[in-house]
């Protein structure tokens, strides 16, 4: 019981982190360029927002609190409720595989499965029941679903597969997944950095040197075979070799938690901490070219959809992000 509970404080670590509450909200900051902006979705949709995917080209999905699920229409503003596993859990991840199949993860560790676009769900947890699930991740080009696990195990499973199969074990945390092909899987890991997984051999490595801060939050792969890291207490981390080694990708990040890094189709880093969105150029100077800055909205999680538009969700709804 005790370790459990003691991974429930990591999770929470890890979905709230330390809250940044220094002055009024400022939500446009100006800088070289211009102005980064938040706009609501839809003003009448405050609901508390843990995680974000694209189900369509104009659906987004949203996880929510209380176990709840929002499919919101990013033409009309309209969205719909959902309760995949009953009201319970904040839904901390969400996967589309395409426009009819989604899969979710909760603070509770269930996974979620839906084949029809989310109206019907049914628990896809398996033979995971009692163990704590921290990551789940969809890799496209195998079109396998991978979770990370509180005790380092990595588990995977497809759609034909009747449950989730052990593919390695890392011996610490497993925070999070990326992947440039199907060959190769990254996880980033609480405590020791980020490991590199052979998807042929199942076999880990650890590829930190440089990595100065091992508690690694997300993972991002970027292009140019750039590798981003988000770690808790010491901003971003980013490797231009695929892991090889690593440098502090910006001086500019204040904060002790990253709730969320991505890039864009020209590789500017998006990265968000609770209580700011930074802007950062993918150029030699790698200087800060906009930042939201708000302490009444605090950011749970971020995501990059289609033509580039940025979305952030927050304990105020899901806001877009405008660059003027």
Known sequence: MIKRICWILLLSIMLFGCRELESDALINSTDQIGILELK????????????????TPTVLLAGGDTGRMFKISTSTENFESYSPLGEAGNIIALQAADSLKIVLLNSNSEIGLSTDGGFNWQNWTGNLDSIIILALYHQTSTKYFYIGTSNGLIYRRSFADTCWN???????????????????LYAGTWSSGV??????????????SGLLNPYIQSLHA?????????????????SSNMGISWYNYSKVFDTCNITGINTTSNNDLIASTTSKLYFIKNNSTMASVGIVD???????????????????????????????
């Open 166 to 184: 052990q593919i390695t074990n890392l011996y610490r945390p497993v925070t999070s997944f990326t992947s440039f092909d199907s060959m190769t």
């Open 222 to 238: 970027g292009m140019n075979n750039k590798l981003f890291a988000g770690s808790y207490g010491g901003g971003v981390f980013c």
């Open 195 to 208: 490991f590199k997984i052979n998807l042929q051999t199942y076999l880990g490595e650890r590829i930190s």
């Open 40 to 55: 609501s979705i839809n003003n009448r949709f405050h609901h508390q927002i843990f995680s974000i995917a694209q189900l």
């Open 294 to 324: 708000s302490t009444n909205i605090l950011i749970n999680a971020l995501f990059i959809g289609n033509n580039d538009l940025i979305y952030v969700g927050t304990n105020e709804g899901i806001f877009h992000v405008i660059q003027r």
